[in-house]
């Protein structure tokens, strides 16, 4: 299956878990999970919230930023993979100049 992000309509919200600023994302679901392209633009942030449904996997397609997963502190930039484990807590921040963008799984688990 393709899954076509350039394609998709895009949903900007507005300090998404308490954050800062504001998140975009295009993003496809189904009961399985979801999969998203994430823009976190400078200045805003993804706000610290529990991981309930499952997994969180980030891989940062370009920017720079900061997670903290459990009170641990991990720096983000192009190339790396942040992972939440379901049960977590995490925030997500960027810290640069330039728009944070995310590729993000989040495999449901029962």
């Known amino acids: 299956m393709l899954i076509e992000f350039d394609k998709m309509k895009s949903v900007t919200i507005p300090n998404l878990n ?3 600023g504001s998140v975009t994302a295009a993003m496809y ?3 399985s999970g979801k999969i998203m392209y994430s823009v976190i633009p400078a200045g805003s942030s ?3 919230h529990t ?3 499952g997994n969180d996997i980030n891989y940062v397609i370009s920017g720079q930023g900061k997670a903290v997963c459990d009170g ?3 720096i983000l930039r192009t190339g790396v993979c942040h992972y939440c484990p379901k049960g977590s807590q995490h925030t997500i921040i960027n810290t640069g100049e330039e ?3 995310l590729f993000t799984v989040v ?3 029962s």
Request: cysteine-free; proline content about 0%; hydrophobic content about 35%.
């Open 18 to 20: 308490g954050g800062e």
């Open 72 to 74: 641990v502190e991990e």
């Open 107 to 109: 495999a449901e688990q």
């Open 99 to 101: 728009d944070l963008v």
């Open 29 to 31: 679901m189904d009961k």
């Open 51 to 53: 991981q309930s449904t």
């Open 46 to 48: 993804i706000g610290l």
